[in-house]
């Protein structure tokens, strides 16, 4: 009976070291699971604030857009007031061709017309020339 209780012995031992071995192997195969399932978690959470900023945008207005509007539904000649603008700023550019802010004064007032490789990129209203006292 002790040759059979030890033979029981040994063979539970071996199955129990067999299931340990399975359980070790699940239980790293658990870690690296949860692991990856956090990060897709992380990665979905990412898609999904970045969808809803995209939903929650508000609509906006290009500045092309507003021109054609100004142009085709208010009538406003775009192009006269282009070239009012490019007149002002004419004669201190062609004297000093390069990037640069110019003072500038017409019937409608002072302003400041700023130019960026040759191109008027923006216009900052009342800043006349030095010697305009008003």
């Known amino acids: ?3 059979s209780t030890g033979y029981e012995v040994r063979k539970l031992e071996k199955q129990i070291a067999s299931i340990d071995t399975k359980i070790n192997t699940l239980q790293k195969d658990v870690t690296v699971k949860v692991s990856e399932l956090k ?17 929650n945008v508000e609509l906006t207005v290009s ?12 009538n406003i000649d775009v192009e006269s007031v ?15 061709k390069v990037d640069c802010q110019i003072p500038a004064r017409n019937e409608h007032g002072k302003f400041k017309v700023i130019i960026k ?3 008027i990129v923006s216009v900052i209203p009342g800043c006349g020339s030095k010697d305009d006292k008003g």
Do not use: C, G, T
Not at 39 to 54: D, G
């Open 1 to 3: 009976m002790k040759k």
């Open 39 to 55: 990060i897709l978690r992380s990665r979905r959470q990412a898609y999904q604030e970045r969808l809803n900023k995209i939903n």
């Open 63 to 74: 500045d092309h857009a507003l021109i054609r509007y100004m142009e085709r539904v208010l």
């Open 82 to 96: 282009r070239q009012e603008i490019q007149k002002s700023a004419n004669p201190l550019f062609n004297k000093l």
């Open 117 to 119: 490789h040759n191109n």
